[in-house]
């Protein structure tokens, strides 16, 4: 298995007004291909700040941040973006679909970005995907139309539609029922063991957790286990 | 693909990008309108004041008044000169013929040397004023319209007729003369001539057509006791628009004051220019409304949209692509907006191309309807200014789109 995301003493301070806030404390992690790995920690322990740190939505203060082979934490905008378009995919606790387009729209919408696809196979990559993760004959509908688990596996789908090498998932079941909840779960175990895609996510449920194959701990920006 | 996602959210919002799209319209169409409107009441004048009115007009005057013997003797002195008087003597061109010589050699123009003054013309009791042009039928001919103008008669009975005259249509009327009638011409220096009408003119210009009659120069230089004199020469050119330079040239080789029809129409032509202040003015006020109906729905489409905004920009889309997705709308707007605008323009314009009015006729041109100035110019600056407007309104909140920080918005979601 090989790493496919490296962190190195990685420190975020934000500079707000009044006092600098420390959100990530000298963090260093590897996620290697084909891991299942949670985040866990009490609300403000940094977990989401990490993982935002992760995914390159957020920059670091200080450290390095190694996405297969690319220090992105110092690379130029554009690297960072491109690499958000490839390499990540993102699911986060609302499913922020774009209501105004299909579920599968919504999955075609990263395909579409990265251009690399004809729209005929585009759409038969996004129906493939709907279909894998049990949404068969919802393809038309709007999010508008779908429970919420549905949306959430169409948010899933959406994740994964530029073959991904990591999921980064913030409180993915946070709004979802316990049957929901284990078939989230169920999907992203697959996912890495099946497809070697590494998936990190952030969770406050103790179930949630003694399902991954790793967890870390955050305390006060800190990793303090795992 | 930004198109893509910028058309679904437009579609999303039709109704508020309908109003929109009606304010760029109408900002559009009414400046094709409003301008076409106004450039063509101004040519019209143009047209009609440079058909009316020599082109260039040599008079018996010095801009410059001739400098004072003792001025010139001593040019460095501070001369003070009290009870000046003037000569006691005819004005009028001196050596006219040289001048009409020099006209000679000159291409593209045609001219007409004038005795012209001020005379009453009596009939039935009553006394009208009048300015009265003596001229030489053959060269006013070439030197001015009257010949085309000419309703009844013809300019060459001038010629054959003793003591003809020609009045404007609106002087004949208001002393109640006709063709073949009688009348007496009298002039300030008190000369009484019997005269015959044997032509009327319509030039269209109220003035003109009010207050101008013409006889055979010989004639008038006995009526004005200005015997082989001239005071003025009216000039006709091929290019109108040289006349300035026509006249300047003109001025500096004779020393007359030449005054070209620009310099002596030049209050009307600002005129123009407040006219044209206020209509693009009130043009520019319909589109900045439309401009802020565009940037009201962008803005609120941004607001709308912050999640997917912090979504997109998860996924890999650049804050250029998100400028472009909110900017895109503004500009479907705009386009939507200035072809509608071009289309109801085109109805304006033919609308108010065929109202009819009818006037006082003491108006000073008379016309029978909006004379409209068609040009694809019009469209263009009316389509452009659209454009812009629409671009610039949508350009504000499509780049304070793209600075949103998803991170902030995700935050905030979830909180």
């Known amino acids: 298995m090989s790493n496919v995301i490296t962190l190195n003493n990685v420190t975020r301070i934000l500079q707000s007004e009044e ?16 891991e299942f ?26 450290g390095h941040i190694n996405i297969a082979g690319i220090d992105v934490a110092t690379a130029t905008e554009k690297v960072r973006q491109e690499t958000r378009l490839e390499k990540i995919g993102f699911v986060f ?66 994740a994964l539609a530029n073959e991904p090498m990591v999921i980064l998932a913030d409180e993915p079941t946070g709004n979802l029922d316990s049957k929901n909840t284990a078939a989230v ?36 920006g800190k990793i303090v286990e795992g | 693909m930004i198109g893509y996602v910028a058309v679904h959210y437009l579609v999303n919002r039709k109704r508020q990008a309908a109003i929109s799209v009606v304010g760029v319209m109408l900002g559009v169409a009414f400046f094709i309108a409003i301008s076409g409107m106004l450039q063509g009441m101004h040519q019209f004048f143009i047209k009609r004041l440079v058909d009316s009115y020599p082109h260039v007009m040599i008079s018996d005057e010095f801009r410059e008044p001739e400098a004072q013997p003792v001025v010139v003797r001593y040019p460095d002195a501070v001369t003070v000169i009290r009870g000046l008087k003037p000569k006691e003597e005819t004005q009028g061109v001196r050596n006219y013929r ?38 030489d039928p053959r060269l006013e001919r070439n030197a001015s319209k009257l010949a085309r103008d000419m309703k009844q008669g ?24 006709d063709m073949g009638s009688r009348l007496n011409v009298i002039s300030p220096v008190g000369v009484i001539m019997q005269m015959k009408v044997v032509g009327i003119f319509d030039s269209g210009v109220t003035q003109v057509d009010s207050g101008t009659s013409y006889a055979n120069i010989k004639k008038v230089q006995v009526l004005q006791n200005k015997v082989d004199k001239i005071n003025q020469i009216n000039i006709r050119l091929d290019d109108v628009d040289s006349a300035p330079q026509v006249a300047t040239s003109l001025e500096r080789k004779f020393r007359y004051k030449a005054e070209s029809w620009q310099e002596a129409f030049q209050n009307i032509f600002e005129l123009f220019v407040v006219q044209n202040g206020i209509m693009y003015t009130t043009v520019s006020v319909i589109l900045l409304v439309a401009g802020f109906g565009i940037y009201n729905i962008i803005s609120s489409s941004v607001m709308e949209k912050y999640r997917d905004i912090a979504i997109l920009k ?13 900017f895109f709308q503004g500009v479907v707007i705009g386009i939507i907006g200035v072809l509608a605008g071009w289309a109801c323009g085109a109805v304006l314009v033919e609308i108010l191309a065929s109202v009819k009015l009818s006037l006082n006729k003491d108006v000073p041109v008379r016309m029978d309807g909006f004379p409209m100035f068609r040009s694809v110019w019009l469209y263009v600056a009316g389509g452009v200014m659209g454009l812009l407007s629409a671009a610039f309104a949508a350009w504000i909140p499509a780049r304070r789109a793209a600075r949103l920080h998803p991170v902030d918005i995700i935050r905030g979601a979830s909180g």
């Open chain 1, 185 to 220: 779960i169920d999907i992203f175990k697959k996912l890495a063991h099946e497809t070697g895609v590494a998936v990190v996510a952030v969770t406050h449920d103790p179930d949630f957790a003694t399902k991954t194959d790793r967890n870390i701990v955050m305390k006060d």
């Open chain 1, 37 to 62: 790995l949670a985040v866990r920690g009490t609300s403000g322990s940094g977990k989401s700040s990490l993982l935002y740190l992760m995914g390159l939505l957020d920059k670091p203060t200080s």
């Open chain 1, 19 to 34: 006092i600098p806030v420390t959100l990530v404390n000298d963090a260093s992690l590897t996620v290697k291909s084909g």
């Open chain 2, 314 to 326: 998860s996924m890999g889309f650049s804050e250029s692509d998100v400028v472009g997705i909110f």
């Open chain 2, 154 to 177: 013809r300019i060459e009975n001038l010629l054959t007729t003793s003591n003809g005259i020609i009045l404007g249509r609106a002087l004949a009327d208001k002393i109640g003369l």
């Open chain 2, 98 to 135: 040289q001048i009409v010589e020099g006209l000679k050699e000159m291409p593209g123009l045609t001219y007409s040397p004038i005795t012209s003054g001020q005379a009453f013309l009596r009939y039935g009791g009553r006394d009208v004023s009048t300015t009265i042009y003596g001229v």
């Open chain 1, 93 to 158: 606790q609302f499913h922020f679909l774009l209501q105004e387009f299909s579920a599968l729209d919504n999955v075609m919408l990263p395909m579409r970005r990265l251009g690399r696809l004809s729209d005929k196979d585009m759409r038969a990559r996004a129906e493939k995907l709907l279909v894998s993760l049990g949404l068969e004959g919802k393809t038309n509908k709007k999010p508008g139309q779908m429970s919420g688990g549905e949306r959430q596996r169409v948010a899933i789908a959406r």
